[in-house]
């Protein structure tokens, strides 16, 4: 019975944890105009490197930053902590027009379970707030 249990409890375990795990390939394959966005009324090279400074500031490790059609992708992810098991994550800056340039974040938890870490929502408001403190 105790073999079962440890069995049943151990296969649980391990499918779950397969299923629930966010990798950088999770952040790479979602469209690029994902997540929260906002849009600045500054030039794209101005904005792209706001981010970039943005990131490194809030202590993120950008993994890399890629030219693709229509703007500049950067992708980044949060270590592990005490806290939480990390997170992954991009910002894109799209070229816009008159002067505009708009910004995606979009992020996911390493693990689903992870109910500590940081939110989308709070990752954007962040990384909006220090581009437009970097302008």
């Avoid at 997170?87 to 008159?98: D, L, S």
């Avoid at 390493?110 to 940081?118: F, V």
Wanted: net charge neutral; hydrophobic share 40%.
């Amino acid at each position: 019975m105790r073999s079962t249990l440890w069995r049943l409890g151990s296969s649980l375990i391990i499918i779950f944890g397969l299923t629930s795990c966010a990798t950088m390939g999770t952040i790479e394959n979602a469209p690029l105009t994902d997540g929260e966005t906002n849009t600045f009324q500054a030039d794209f090279e101005k904005v792209k490197s706001a981010a970039l400074v943005t990131l490194e500031a809030q202590k993120l490790n950008v993994e890399n930053a890629v030219d693709v059609d229509g703007g500049h992708a950067i992708y980044f992810t949060k270590p592990v902590s005490g806290f939480s098991w990390g997170e992954v994550g991009r910002v894109f800056v799209q070229k816009g027009m008159n002067g505009n340039t708009t910004v995606y974040v979009k992020t996911a938890r390493r693990s689903s379970t992870n109910i500590t870490a940081t939110s989308q929502s709070t990752f954007a408001k962040r990384i909006f707030g220090g581009i437009e403190e970097n302008l």
